[in-house]
């Protein structure tokens, strides 16, 4: 399994875009890059996935370069409710899910 | 579709004591995976269960195991536990095996073990 590095926390203000990067220098072949979203006292949720280049969905966009040793996960115009930690998983078919500390992201008013 | 559901909410134990944590998954998903969160370690991957079988398992003691029924709902079942056992436990289900499938979380079950 790809092992991730991702900010422990970054803060925002309402109606700006959020970057967090999340890196995996030893992503394999196979491996898909997910992010979840994890509110307190519930389960993680289902933000986005992709393989290359860039995927685009309702809530958010994830972006990744050529060389998929990096993803940014980009959420446009934060409110307080976006107020959460953002997890990145690498992993490829067969694999269990590995979560790591996440990104505690903030959004203030 | 109705979602991940995972019974009991709330559970307190005493040291000692066994416990038994039932989810059941989205209709139609096969797989079956638990957690457990702590504030201090995270979310851990427990095991995941695919069609009755055990596919993968994390770094647990024996004292955490699991079982899956042939209607995809599943049970974990913790013996003689310990304080460090409190957590909230979450069920996730899939339609299939591995990280490239959409996880759905229930609400989990917050144990407390006194």
């Known amino acids: 399994l790809a092992k991730t590095t991702q900010p422990i926390s970054m803060d925002s203000y309402e109606g700006q875009e959020v970057n967090i990067t999340c890196s995996h220098n030893n992503i394999a072949t196979n491996d898909y890059i997910t992010w979840y979203q994890q509110f307190p006292s519930q389960g993680p949720r289902f933000i986005i996935q992709?393989?290359?280049t860039k995927v685009t969905n309702e809530v958010a966009s994830l972006f990744i370069p050529a060389d998929r040793k990096s993803s940014t996960l980009s959420l446009p115009r934060v409110s307080l409710s976006d107020t959460a930690v953002y997890y990145c998983?690498?992993?490829?078919?067969?694999?269990?899910?590995?979560f790591g500390p996440g990104t505690r992201l903030s959004v203030l008013p | 579709k109705a979602g991940v559901t995972q019974t009991p909410r709330y559970l307190i134990k005493t040291r000692g004591q066994q416990v038994t944590l039932s989810c059941s998954p989205i209709s139609g998903h096969r797989s079956v995976s638990w957690y457990q969160q702590t504030p201090g370690q995270g979310l851990q991957f427990l095991f995941e269960y695919f069609s009755e079988t055990q596919r993968n398992k994390g770094n647990f003691p024996g004292r955490f195991s699991g079982r899956q029924f042939s209607n995809s709902r599943s049970e974990m079942n913790v013996s003689t536990l310990e304080l460090g056992d409190s957590a909230l436990y979450l069920c996730a289900s899939s339609l299939a095996s591995g990280v490239q499938e959409t996880q759905y979380f229930g609400p989990g079950t917050r144990l407390l073990v006194l």
């Open positions: 998983l690498v992993g490829a078919k067969g694999q269990n899910f590995v």
């Open positions: 992709g393989y290359k």
